[in-house]
Every structure is written in C-alpha cells, then in structure tokens.
C-alpha cells in the first residue's frame, strides 16, 4: 500500500466514529465503507438464539463478516480478548459463554464505539466485560494473560498486520487460541482499488491474500493456521461493495478497476484459526 499509514488509521478512526454516532451503526464493512443498510458482508450474522441473548442495539451495532464467538468454542472460565471490539456484541457473547469465573474484553482505537460498547455493556447488565481504549498494534495487557483472541473484520483495516498477528501472539498464554473472523482475498486486487481509503473502511481493500496471512500467522509463531471460507462473494456483492451497484442492465460494470464479474469468489469471508503452542 502507498497509503499513508497515520492518514489510514486516522480516517479509520472517523468513519468508524461517524458509524458509532449513527445509532445502531449501519454497514461501514460493507459498500464502500458507506452507512447504509446491511450489506453482503455485514447481514445476518446472527442466528436468532445468539441475538436474544444481547441488547438490540448491540446486534444493530455489529459491523463484522463473521460470527467468531459461534465458531470459537469458549469455555467456562476462559478470558477473551476481542481485537477492535465495535459496538460490543462479540465482547458480550463471550462474557456469557465464559461466565462469571471468566473475563472477556473488548479493544477498540475509536471513543465514540468504546462509548456505544459500554451502554450495551449496561443495558446488557453484563458485569465480566471491560472495554479498552487502544490499538491492536500495541495490545494494552500483559504477555500471556489471554486464552483466546477473537476478532470480526478489524484485521484487514490495519495498516500493520504483521505487528498486530505478533502483539495476539503475546497476549495468548501458550495453547492459547487465535479465532477471527476477517474479509481475506484470493488474489490482490487492482492498483486503483487498493489505494481507495473507502474501499479500506469498507473492510475490502486492506485485506490480506490468504497466502500472506498464512505466512505472517507463521512467522508470528502460530501453528495450525487454517483459513476456512464462510461466505464467498459473487460478482453482484463485489459490485455492491464496491460502490452500491455498479450494474447496468444486469452487468456489472468496472468499479476502482475491479471488473465485479473478473473478481468474482476473489474477496471471502473466513474464520481464520490457529494456536500458540505450548
Ligand atoms: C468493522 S468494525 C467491526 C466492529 C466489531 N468487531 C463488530 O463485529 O461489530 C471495525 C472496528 O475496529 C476498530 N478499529 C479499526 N482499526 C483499529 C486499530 N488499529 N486498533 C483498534 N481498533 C481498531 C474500529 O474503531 C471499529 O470499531
């Protein structure tokens, strides 16, 4: 990326202010970093069992890809750290599936979401949690003091994430486990795209090729790496992400220079794995 990095994090930082602000959030992963409504990469994430157990502005707040705490297997007693926890709601599913003898907390840059995560935290009346003001470039806890590391679609707006893979390394104790949800690519894309800061904020253009992620998972020490796709999107979503359209009499048209139909199963969602060994 030729980007500047502090202009990156910065406007990350304000768009997911503005999102926070907008109450209930309203699709910032998704067309082009845009509120609006769900988008192919942010609606239902949720089964309906998992949503009544949290506050409705908490499930209106989530802007991830994924549902890591349903796939991330939590066990009673465990502490959770979730990377760039939003409006909270993976922090509160954790808190339960952890319950009172475990801990989970939330980590997020951005005031206005920490401020959104801590009403849901009350009206939740979930007392095991506790947000974070910080970035997951430079975790605010001690080495080892963590059993699991989950996030939903943060990993790929960082400007470093080889640094951000090596700071959740740190936190795990060993055996601990890496389970994030994240927006990866097959392939990279066009040069026009990957420079949009609004393709970035809408959780496509920063994301990382699976090959790359693998390798920088690795070299962070993690073993076990695997990349499992949980929704492959078609030539018709990569036209709505990118630019809330993009069709013209049912063809998808060149958007940043991604032509949708060329693109098409090249940007995934995916529950991404692995484990600090002992
Ligand atoms: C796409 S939203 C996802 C929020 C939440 N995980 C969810 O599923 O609803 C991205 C969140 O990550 C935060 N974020 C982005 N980059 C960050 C960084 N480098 N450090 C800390 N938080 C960051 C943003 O403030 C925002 O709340």
Known sequence: MNMNESEVREYVKKKYGEA???????????????????????????????AAEVPAEALAASLGCGNPTALATLHPGETVLDLGSGGG????????RVGPTGKAYGLDMTPEMLELARANQRRAGVANAEFLQGTIEAIPLPDASVDVVISNCVINLSTDKARVLREAFRVLKPGGRFAVSDVVLK?????????????????????????????????????????????VYGAQDIAELLGGG????????????????????????????????R
């Open 20 to 50: 926070a602000r907008r109450t209930g959030g309203g699709g910032c992963c998704g067309p082009a970093g845009q509120a609006g409504a769900a988008d192919p990469i942010t609606r239902d994430l949720y089964a309906g069992e998992q």
């Open 89 to 96: 709601i993976d922090v509160l599913l954790s808190a339960r």
């Open 187 to 231: 392939r990279r894309l066009p040069e026009a795209a990957e420079r949009s800061l609004r393709l970035w904020t809408g959780c496509v253009s920063g994301a990382l090729v699976e090959d790359e992620y693998r390798r920088l998972l690795s070299e962070a020490g993690f073993t076990g790496v695997e990349v499992q796709p949980t929704r």
């Open 246 to 277: 993009g069709s013209c009499c049912g063809v998808a048209t060149k958007v940043h220079g991604v032509d949708p139909q060329a693109y098409a199963g090249v940007v995934f969602s995916a529950f991404v794995r692995a484990t600090k060994p």
